[in-house]
């Protein structure tokens, strides 16, 4: 039975149970973009919805080839191997998606993939960034919904996919390869900016002490820039790690927990969560308003007319638009 046919309740109880295959055809519900299937995503976001079920959301960048896969799956089968249960999510900012995803693909992380307490779901394949970022985050709901721990999404460290996904993080890590210079890389400042946790990859055999000159380098730099409210010392932090030795993975570990807790205790944690929701609310009350009004019959043909005028210059802009407003929403 495919899932928009299934009962959502049914569903809802098989998810809340932890099935991953429930899981899996939720998440399936909430990515398409039909009307009556978004009518069943979101009686099934209702009916999972609970407040004491919270997981770590763990935001995860870096450029391809710098060894997120790798670190996934050295990260994720440690969290597995302690009992705690994971899924891997993706925000894939290219248009389009060519010869197989680049993020979340299971070949890329076959142990983890094995694991019965992990879930590892691929980015879908939509054009728009802004429907990846709210299926993501609905998403992240259903993951916790069944119980999972730790949710990790991963993105490339392109455009704006990572604001996007640090804004439904509890935590963001930036990993980063051993830079041969003391240059940043040409890593954003804004990118620095939201990193809690910068993770040194392949600091390991002749990369080594590169990677402990990189680690230096951003340790540096990340001083330089302003404590966060509601953070301890010594964060935003850079370390070193080995994805493929699987050394330094428990220390960020460690690392992100004290962070965790700490936001936790001082109610900074609650706060962005919050604010978060409320960010979140307010995107799909626009959003669905704007998807209402785009497909309004009556407005399409004065629509059609005003743009030409306002091309010609026969009409202004702010006239026009208030016009069509006025005949989508009479006063
Ligand atoms: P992604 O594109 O960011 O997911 O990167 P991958 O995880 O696919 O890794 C890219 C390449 O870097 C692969 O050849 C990995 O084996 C290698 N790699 C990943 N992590 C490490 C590491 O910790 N040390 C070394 N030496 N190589 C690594």
């Known amino acids: 039975m495919s899932a928009p046919m299934e009962d959502v309740m049914d569903l809802a109880e098989k998810l809340r149970a ?12 909430v990515e398409s973009g039909r009307t009556d299937h978004r009518a069943r995503a979101d009686a099934l976001l209702e009916a999972v919805a ?27 089968c440690m969290l597995t191997d302690q009992g705690l249960r994971v899924a891997v999510l993706a925000v894939d900012p290219s248009s389009t998606r060519s010869g197989g995803s680049i993020l979340g693909d299971k070949t890329r992380m076959e142990r983890l993939s094995r694991e019965p307490l992990a879930f590892i779901r691929p980015s ?4 728009q960034l802004g429907g990846v970022a709210r299926r993501t985050r609905d998403a992240i709901a259903l993951c916790e919904a069944a119980g999972f721990d730790v949710v990790l999404i991963e993105t490339v460290g392109v455009g ?8 439904m993080s509890d935590l963001f890590v930036l990993l980063l390869a051993p830079a041969g210079g003391d240059e940043l890389q040409g890593v954003k400042r804004g990118i620095m900016e939201i990193a809690d946790l910068v993770l040194v990859n392949k600091a390991d055999g002749d990369l080594k002490a590169a990677a402990t000159r990189t680690v230096a380098d951003y340790a540096g730099a990340l001083r330089l820039m302003r404590k966060r409210e ?21 220390t960020a570990w460690e690392a992100m927990q004290v962070l965790a807790e700490f936001r936790k205790e001082t109610g900074f ?7 978060q929701a409320r960010g979140w609310f307010e995107d799909e009350v626009r959003l669905g308003l704007l ?14 007319t005003l743009r ?4 010609k210059g026969t009409r202004a802009p702010s006239a026009a638009a208030a016009q069509v407003l006025d005949i989508l929403l009479p006063k």
């Open 291 to 304: 998807r209402r009004l785009q497909h309004d019959p009556k407005a399409d043909a004065a629509i059609e």
């Open 160 to 167: 704006q996919s990572e604001t996007i996904v640090a804004e």
């Open 269 to 275: 944690w609650q706060a962005r969560r919050t604010e």
């Open 18 to 29: 932890g099935d991953r295959r429930a899981l899996a055809r939720a998440i399936t519900l």
């Open 308 to 311: 030409s005028d306002v091309a």
């Open 230 to 250: 509601g953070d301890p010392e010594g964060y935003p932090m850079a370390m070193p790690v080995s994805a493929l030795d699987m050394h330094g993975v428990d």
């Open 124 to 127: 879908p394949s939509q054009t």
């Open 50 to 76: 609970d407040p004491e079920r919270q997981a770590l959301r763990i935001g995860l960048s870096g450029t391809p080839g710098v060894g997120k896969s790798t670190f996934i799956e050295a990260f994720g």
